[in-house]
């Protein structure tokens, strides 16, 4: 998730797509840059790290003023956070430059091609190579309108585009496929963004594009097309929210946004993992296929919500894999002297990449001579540089304190190197692989359609907001999602929440089962026979004794109805996937009840988004 501004009017461009860029700051932070069309010529700067050091850099060599422009921010998903990978790119002859939100999944074809044709790469970005693409265009003498649709034909994956070509001064060009793009319409200057936080110190006007279309600006108008060159109209839209809501997208929260961004998180972690023969590929996975041949165990370790994740990885790992699989939190590993060998493979989970317990148990299990593959969100932070191989989930920067997308896409990190470990190692048949790839791939659809029934489920939190306890109950996959559920509740709450395996309620727990206790309950998906009958078995105990159930059962499963005081019902999955629409009732629940409570839900207190210390 990148930010992105582009600018043609009569105001200087450096100051508004500046302003631009930090208003989208949010997205990604990793470097910044910006492109100015001057004289026939592209003049750009970009930088590694924050806006603020483009800043520092423009103000030591001041950009001319001229009133053309494109900018970004960047969060890294192709290549290390340096000032080479930093956008905008530009193409072979400085013509055209170019910035990028999303993944190119064709990108490595294309590069190839272009190198064999004499085309040096700047970069190791996958943006890089629509640059030049656009140049090879512009210089079959079409413009950069047409250019744009007859490269986006050729590219596969999710993206936004904005360009600029230094020989057509006053035309800015994008394009969008599965990724955000927003057109601001101005007077005598019109503007492109990520989203209207960009421009909307400027005009409220706004426009919406379908997928696959081009949109040039100029100071007159706006003109959009389909990839295939059709003419078409945009949205028009007045946007009546306030600076802060902008950068929320309207919403009250990050939070609360980030929940809403899960069907495109989801999707955008699965793009370009399969490889044209079909086989899995995991881009920075550095071990060698022989590596994990030989891997006998695996430790999975990690903290907090990323901990859940790697719970949620056993049962995927040992069932499609059959190799034994330890989840250990972070904070615990090395005190128990862990036995590690070099066929352990060591598993990192960490949404930021910096958790102070989980980079000091790497370090031990390196020196023991394993290996390291850490799953993260955050690219070049210190877990994945100090990991043999890494995989990064592709969420975009999380806010809000609370992990909510950062824990799904960690869920669909360890399911792809669940299926990853089957292919190398033979365990699962190909057709098998490609199946679990399809369910995976329907879940962005499955992940929304929970997130439309949010009502339903802020009118229950808004029920309990006078509740002092929820208990919840899961089995299998469902236990780590309870606990899941009761951490958001206590992180941004404060309320006493726990979450229990619903066959372990009877060695003790069901001790605080008392009349009216709130109980939310994750029923297993019926494929599962026993498990599911089992935790029926569960609720009714808990009913029994007074209990107010809360269930989440999947559509059609009316066995659950005579013991559910509230049903929720989610949609049918596989068993093993049921984690990533199971959980987002409870993160809506969550988020709903602190609100009512009246906390700060981005910063609930005593947290802090990155724990540093041991
Ligand atoms: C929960 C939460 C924390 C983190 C934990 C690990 O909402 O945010 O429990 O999951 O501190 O952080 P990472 O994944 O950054 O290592």
Redesign the pocket.
């Known amino acids: 998730m990148c930010g992105i501004v582009g600018y043609v009017g009569a105001k200087p461009a450096e100051g508004v797509v500046i302003e631009g860029l930090r208003r989208l700051e949010y997205r990604g932070y990793d470097s910044a840059g910006i492109a100015l069309v001057d004289a026939g010529s592209i003049v750009s700067d970009k930088r590694a790290g924050k806006l603020a050091n483009l800043e520092k850099a423009i103000a030591e060599s001041p950009l001319p003023p001229v009133t053309t422009g494109i900018g970004h921010t960047r969060w890294a998903t192709h290549g290390p956070p340096t000032d080479r990978n930093a956008h905008p790119h530009v193409g072979r002859a400085r013509r055209v430059a170019l910035v990028h939100n999303g993944i190119i999944e064709n990108f490595a074809a294309l590069r190839g091609r272009l190198e064999s044709a004499g085309v040096e790469m700047a970069s190791d970005t996958d943006t890089e190579v629509a640059a030049h693409l656009l140049e090879e265009q512009l210089e079959t003498g079409v413009d950069l309108t047409v250019a744009m649709q007859n490269v986006c034909r050729g590219l596969e994956g999710a993206f936004t585009l904005v360009a600029v070509d230094s020989q057509d001064p006053d035309r800015v060009v994008a394009a969008r496929r599965n990724s955000p793009l927003v057109v601001g319409i101005g007077e005598g200057e019109n503007f492109l963004g990520s989203d209207v936080a960009a421009f909307i110190e400027h005009t409220r006007e706004a426009m919406e594009l379908d997928q696959d279309q081009v949109v040039t600006i100029t100071r007159e108008g706006v003109a959009v097309s389909g990839f295939d060159g059709t003419p078409a109209e945009g949205r028009r839209y007045h946007v009546d929210w306030d600076l802060s809501a902008a950068e929320k997208d309207g919403h009250d929260w990050f939070m609360r946004k980030e929940i809403f961004e899960q069907p495109r998180a989801v999707a955008d972690s699965l793009l370009g993992r399969r490889g044209t023969d079909g086989l899995l590929q995991l881009d920075e996975m550095r071990l060698s296929d022989q590596d994990l041949r030989d891997v006998d165990k695996i430790i999975i370790i990690?903290?907090?919500?990323?901990?859940y994740a790697g719970m949620v990885a056993k049962y995927a790992i040992e069932h499609w894999c059959r190799i034994p699989v330890e989840v250990e939190l972070a904070s615990e590993f090395r005190y128990r002297d862990p036995i590690l060998t070099s066929d352990t493979l060591v598993v990192a989970?960490?949404?930021?990449?910096?958790?102070a317990d989980?980079l000091q148990a790497i370090r031990h299990a390196r020196e023991q001579r394993s290996k390291v593959l850490s799953i993260c969100?955050t690219n070049g932070s210190t877990?994945p540089r100090e990991s043999d191989g890494v995989i990064y989930t592709h969420a975009g920067p999380e806010i809000g304190?609370?992990?909510?997308k950062?824990?799904l896409t960690?869920l669909v990190a360890c399911y792809l190197l669940a299926l990853y470990l089957a292919q190398v190692k033979g365990t699962r048949f190909g057709d098998e692989i490609s199946q679990v790839m399809d369910q995976l791939e329907r879940m962005p659809a499955h992940v929304q359609s929970v997130l439309d029934k949010a009502e339903e489920v802020y009118s229950l939190a808004r029920d309990h907001v006078g509740s002092r306890s929820v208990l919840f109950l899961g089995r299998h996959a469902g236990y780590p999602v309870a606990l899941e559920g009761a951490?958001?509740l206590k992180?941004i709450a404060y309320l006493h929440a726990e979450g229990f395996a619903a066959g372990e309620l009877k060695h003790g727990p069901i001790a605080l089962v008392e009349e009216g206790l709130p109980i939310l309950c994750v029923v297993p998906p019926r494929g599962r026979d026993q498990l599911h009958d089992k935790m029926i078995s569960g609720i009714q105990e808990v009913r029994a004794r007074g209990a107010r159930t809360l269930c989440l059962a999947e559509e059609g499963d009316t066995t659950i109805e005579p013991y559910a005081d509230v049903l929720i019902t989610l949609p049918q999955v596989p068993v093993l996937l049921q984690p990533l629409v199971a959980v987002v009732p409870l993160q809506l629940f969550a988020c709903e009840l602190a609100t009512q409570l009246g906390h700060d839900v981005d910063q609930p207190r005593n947290?802090a988004?990155?724990?540093t210390v041991e």
């Open positions: 990690a903290a907090g919500t990323s901990f989970i960490s949404q930021s990449g910096e958790t989980t969100n877990i304190v609370a992990s909510t950062g824990f960690q951490l958001k992180e947290l988004k990155s724990v």
